[in-house]
Nanobody
Framework: QVQLVESGGGLVQAGDSLRLSCAVS????????MGWFRQAPWKEREFVAA????????YYADPLKGRFTISRDNAKNTVLLQMNSLKPQNRAVYYC??????????????????WGQGTQVTVSS
C-alpha cells in the first residue's frame, strides 16, 4: 500500500522560509508525478506546485512563482517544497499528492490518485 507522509510544517513569521517534505513508501517513487496543494479554512483545496516523474518539468500556481520551489529526490523517495518569503495568507494545510497517470492538468486535485494527511503551515504577521 502506497503511503504519502508530509512533514515540515509549523508556525513561522512573515518573511520566513519553510521546507516541506513528503515521503512516499510502498511503490516505486519514480512512477509518480507529484503535486502540492493547500487548503485554507473555509476555502477549496488549491494547487501549489507539481513536478513530473523525472523532475525535468515543474509547474507552479502563478502567484507563487519565484517564492516556492518544488523538487524531488528519487533516491530518497521524497518530494520537497521550499517556501520562501512566507506571508500570512499562505497559512493552510499543505498536502502532497501523487499520480501514475498524466490526466492532462497537474493543477487539478482530481488528477491525483493518492494523498497525504497534510501538514499545517501558519504564518504570523
Amino acid at each position: 500500500q502506497v503511503q504519502l507522509v508530509e512533514s515540515g510544517g509549523g508556525l513561522v513569521q512573515a518573511g520566513d522560509s519553510l521546507r516541506l517534505s513528503c515521503a512516499v513508501s510502498g511503490r516505486t517513487f519514480s512512477s509518480y508525478a507529484m503535486g502540492w496543494f493547500r487548503q485554507a479554512p473555509w476555502k477549496e483545496r488549491e494547487f501549489v506546485a507539481a513536478i513530473t516523474w523525472t523532475g525535468d518539468g515543474t509547474y507552479y500556481a502563478d502567484p507563487l512563482k519565484g517564492r516556492f520551489t518544488i523538487s524531488r529526490d528519487n533516491a530518497k523517495n521524497t518530494v520537497l517544497l521550499q517556501m520562501n518569503s512566507l506571508k500570512p495568507q499562505n497559512r493552510a494545510v499543505y498536502y502532497c499528492a501523487a499520480t501514475e497517470v498524466y490526466y492532462g492538468d497537474y493543477s487539478r486535485p482530481l488528477s491525483y490518485d493518492l494523498w497525504g494527511q497534510g501538514t499545517q503551515v501558519t504564518v504570523s504577521s
